[in-house]
Nanobody, 115 residues
Framework: QVQLVESGGGLVQPGGSLRLSCVAS????????MNWYRQAPGKQREWVAGITSGGSAGYVDSVKGRFTISSDNAKNTIYLQMNSLKPEDTAVYYC?????????WGQGTQVTVSS
């Protein structure tokens, strides 16, 4: 069993920045992949960014050039640096991990982009 705990959400003005963190209860090096998803009110959950145990990263087109996913194996933590935030980035952001074909989810952290 793996627990994931997100933090770092909040209210920010358009154009601002936030950094989300996700701490795992197990070594992230053992994860096949770790991802950030988000879900806005009335919308389906969507994949935002992911990083493999080998360090390869990917992003949904809408955040490319603005968001950066990274990992710190020593801290069992992944991050999502979000810059140039837009109102449409408002959502609950969830950390996800897959290990040995089992999916784990965090509880989510709210990000609100508004003036």
């Amino acid at each position: 069993q793996v627990q994931l705990v997100e933090s770092g959400g909040g209210l920010v003005q358009p154009g601002g920045s936030l950094r989300l963190s996700c701490v795992a209860s197990a070594s992230i090096f053992s994860m096949n992949v770790m991802n950030w998803y988000r879900q806005a009110p009335g919308k389906q959950r969507e994949w935002v960014a992911g990083i493999t145990s080998g360090g390869s990263a990917g992003y949904v087109d809408s955040v490319k050039g603005r968001f950066t996913i990274s990992s710190d194996n020593a801290k069992n933590t992944i991050y999502l640096q979000m810059n140039s935030l837009k109102p449409e980035d408002t959502a609950v952001y969830y950390c996800h991990a897959r290990r040995y074909a089992v999916d784990y989810w965090g509880q989510g952290t709210q990000v609100t982009v508004s003036s």
